[in-house]
């Protein structure tokens, strides 16, 4: 990919810090720098700020059998490459945090703390995240030493909620149990009046040991379990979970399977966008542009279910290609069906456009300031609404998106016009979100030329123990990344997921700030994120 | 993409369909798993191995098979692997005992099917029954994927229209009639689970919705999940599928408020 890229970053660090890095290894899209533990803060700082890399994930893996220490791997994402600065904890139980440079580090370390007992020492936030309060100290599951079926002892204790205090500052709780058909988590807002002074989001209420559980499976098992890891965003998360296993196994699927992956990756987009669209609408007290976009995503649903078997696409990928085919018959049935639902969105979206009130409340809601969205590491929709430009397509193409990369200087312009303009508020989303839909459309029209090869190819009987691999993919939310290690026998060593609610939750905190309470629901629709996802 | 010139849909066109039954599951839906032989005991080996839910169970008694739909998230890997097993595109019929969602591989009926129109108006009268004009429902995740809420949430739009038949949705538990759980449990819903149980006016009725609430699914039964539903609190209706379609999710509901008639709660 870009190799050249890759030598030139992997120089500028090894010159910088050359007696600092004991090892150096570059393969495909990643280059893997070996550090010792105190000087690790510095050289992340400096890749940070000095390279101007993203903080893409921050993975931990028991390795004491092996090696003799916990590892923790740093990746950085910039140009399409993935640098991973990796590190040892050896006999301690505590590593140096970088919280405080990289500030979205935090959250990752916290999860560290919980789940494999390592203290980041200068992390501000000693609370614990994943776990609950009423878990016991001592249980860290992700230690290789802990049972996947041990049940845990509840203890009473409560939760430190950040205090807000003053005259007239009152506390609404809301949740686990909300009062739609969503998912479960706990807001907590300090009020002055109507306006939201302070919003503390307390998650992991749907916490089910998916990474540790995988590691108990078979790897078409993990298959299935990464489509459940949040049920609308199954294509994306299982590509890119088939994706690390077919770089591991060092295999190149066929490419109508990668159209294929493609295709419904984008179907999936559409059906998703268009019921977050619904809910905007529903939320910015419109029922009557609801209703219509939900028939549309009700059709959309049905599409799927034709070429898929299954309303929400599983069962669409497998380890080497794809389950499904898309035939003849298919791709008439997917023209015609997409080019009736693209008449009808515009009209919708035209509707909606018309309507001063809707417009009215979802401009200037929900604003993020870019540099929040830059320093909190955001990705997705919720990253491209202030402007920061994005794409997992586009910069580390994967399936066969490197086919519709290509853009005339004159369009490129225009894109990056577009972007310094976006202001990061409900209305920008709303934008996006349908320009994505009408762009995912020509990109399904455009792949429908499938090429004759098989469907899947196969991958080796046996793949090489401790071998690992970053697989990646763009869901309607933003960047999913999955980091696989394989260990003896097939079987998954540690599974690390990442998905875009991950990054882009604690940017909710932050974007209702200037808002009063009515806005939530209209702010947290607009963002769209999954509890599932980030809880895992 | 071309343009087809068509009704609009901003007009005031009637959406909600009449009769589902035909129209919505297509012939391609991955649906219930049927046996079309015996498993002959290399097969059942084989299908015990593959199945990653352990839905799949062999009776040594009668050297037969049985499948556990509470259990099965319907991948259809098992189909792959043996001859003696075909998935249908039928959905699984929801059961108010758990025994009642596993099949067999010994021949048996099944229950007769009934369009979504009827299944709707019959369980509009029981509900005029019982709570004079209509049911109210709290869905509560319990740690779901987020597949089943798509699917509950697509009873409320105006192709099936649950508001016709009086079923409707509230914000608390305090209304409800009806507990609507998905997901598996997980242990941080546990007490949220058991509190919104115990804030839920009496009579009421708890239905367990999709594989992972039934059995706790592929998240099983683990350290982070309780592996069910019924774990937690009495579960009355189990609506297997992974997710259920809209329409079973009615005949979940008509199953529940038949039970209530029986026990007298």
Redo the contacts between chains.
């Keep these: 990919m870009n190799n050249t890229n890759l030598e030139n970053y992997a120089k500028e660090i090894t010159d910088k810090f050359s007696n600092k890095i004991t090892t150096t290894y570059q393969n495909n899209d990643e280059l893997h720098l070996n550090v010792e533990l105190n000087d690790m803060p510095k050289i992340c700082d400096y890749v940070y700020k000095n390279l101007n890399a993203r903080l893409a994930t921050i993975i931990c893996s028991d390795e004491q059998k092996n090696t003799g220490g916990f590892v923790i791997r740093y990746v950085f994402e910039k140009d399409g490459a993935f640098i991973f600065i990796i590190v040892s904890t050896g006999q301690g139980l505590s590593f140096p945090s970088i919280a405080l440079h990289v500030p979205a580090a935090t959250l990752y370390e916290r999860e560290i703390k919980d789940m494999f007992g390592l203290t980041p020492t200068g992390n501000p936030d000693t609370r614990s995240l994943v776990l ?1 309060e ?1 878990w016991p100290d001592e ?1 860290f ?1 992700l230690r290789k030493e ?7 002892k509840r203890q009473e204790k409560e939760y430190p909620f950040l205090r807000v205090q003053g005259e007239g500052i009152c506390e609404i709780p809301v949740g ?2 909300h ?6 988590g706990h807001f907590r807002f300090s009020i002055l009046g109507e306006n939201i002074i302070n919003l503390e989001t307390r998650l ?7 990474e ?2 995988a590691e108990s ?2 790897l ?2 993990t298959l ?2 990464s489509e ?5 965003e ?1 294509v994306a998360n299982s590509s890119a979970f088939c994706q690390a296993i077919e770089k591991i196994a060092q295999v190149d699927i066929p490419k109508r399977a990668k159209k294929i992956r493609t295709i419904f990756g984008e179907l999936e987009r559409i059906y998703n966008h268009v ?1 977050t669209l619904a809910g905007i609408s529903t939320d910015a007290s419109f029922p009557f542009g609801a ?2 976009l ?5 059709r959309l ?2 599409l799927n ?8 696409l ?2 669409v990928n497998r380890i080497g290609g794809v389950r499904c085919d898309i035939t003849d018959e298919n791709k008439k049935l997917i ?2 069906t ?3 639902i ?3 969105f515009d ?2 979206i035209l ?1 909606l456009k018309s309507k001063s009130s809707f417009m009215d409340r979802l401009r200037g809601t929900g604003a993020i300031p870019k540099k929040i969205a830059y320093d909190l590491g955001t990705v997705g929709i919720v990253a491209r609404c202030v402007g920061i430009d994005v794409d997992t397509r586009r910069d580390h193409p994967y399936g066969s998106y490197y086919l519709h990369n290509h853009k005339t200087p004159q369009e490129l312009m225009q894109h990056q016009i577009e972007m310094e303009k976006r202001t990061g508020d409900a209305l920008a989303r709303f934008e996006i979100r349908v320009q994505e839909v009408r762009d995912s ?2 990109i399904i ?1 455009e792949s429908l030329n499938l090429e004759n090869d098989a469907l899947f190819t196969s991958i080796p009987e046996r793949l090489e123990p401790f071998r690992s691999s970053l697989g990646w993919a763009e869901s309607h939310r933003g960047q999913t990344l999955h980091w696989v290690m394989i260990g003896e026998n097939n079987s998954i060593f540690r599974y690390k997921i990442r998905t875009a609610s991950f990054c882009n939750w604690p940017v909710i905190e932050q974007a209702v700030l200037n808002d009063i309470v009515p806005d939530f629901p209209l702010v947290n629709k607009s963002l769209d994120l ?3 996802g980030n ?1 895992l | ?4 010139v ?1 009704k ?3 007009g005031n066109g009637v ?1 909600t369909i009449k009769d589902l039954a035909n129209l ?7 649906g219930s798993v049927i046996f079309t032989a015996e498993p002959t005991n290399d097969q059942r080996k084989m299908l015990e191995d593959i199945c ?1 839910t352990k839905a799949l169970f062999s009776i040594k008694e009668n050297n037969a098979m049985g499948l556990d739909n509470g259990k099965c ?5 098992c189909s792959v692997v043996s001859e003696a097993i075909k ?1 249908s595109n039928k959905p699984v019929i929801p059961a108010k005992i758990k025994s009642q969602i596993i099949d067999y591989s010994n021949p048996q009926t099944f229950p007769s099917e009934k369009s979504y129109e009827q299944i709707g108006n019959e369980l509009k009268e029981k509900i005029q029954k019982i709570f004079g004009r209509s049911l109210a429902i ?17 009873l ?5 229209d649950i508001e016709r038949f009086g079923i409707h ?1 509230v ?3 305090r209304h409800a009639d009806v507990l609507l759980v998905t ?2 449990a ?4 546990e ?2 689970l058991l509190r ?1 149980y115990e804030a839920t006016p009496g009579p009421k009725i708890v239905i367990a919705v999709g594989a992972c609430a039934c059995s706790g699914g ?8 309780t592996g069910g539903i019924d774990k937690v609190v009495p579960v009355d209706v189990y609506i297997p599928g ?2 259920p ?1 809209p329409e079973v999710l009615i005949q979940g509901l008509l199953l529940a408020v038949d039970r209530m008639i029986k026990n007298g709660k």
């Design positions: 609950h009423h249980i599951p802990f049972e996947l079926e041990t049940k845990v686990p149990v009062a739609g058909i969503i998912e479960p992991f209420y749907t916490h089910k040991g998916i540790k559980l499976m078979k078409d098992e299935l379990l459940r890891i949040a049920g609308d199954s019921g209703a219509r939900n028939i549309l995503k009700e649903m049905q279910e034709s070429l898929s078997g299954n309303r929400i599983f069962g023209l015609e997409l080019s009736e693209a008449y009808d009209k919708i509707l459309f020509d029209e999954s509890y599932s809880d | 993409m071309i343009k087809a068509r609009g849909i901003v959406e919505l599951s297509s012939k391609n839906y991955r990653p998230i319907m991948c259809g890997y998935i709290r869905q509560v995740d319990a740690g779901s994927c987020n597949g089943c809420e798509i699917e509950i949430t697509a409320n739009n105006p192709i099936y949705f914000a608390s538990p997901g598996p997980s242990r941080n819903m007490i949220a919104t592929i998240f099983g039964d683990t350290y982070a999940t992974c997710p379609r």
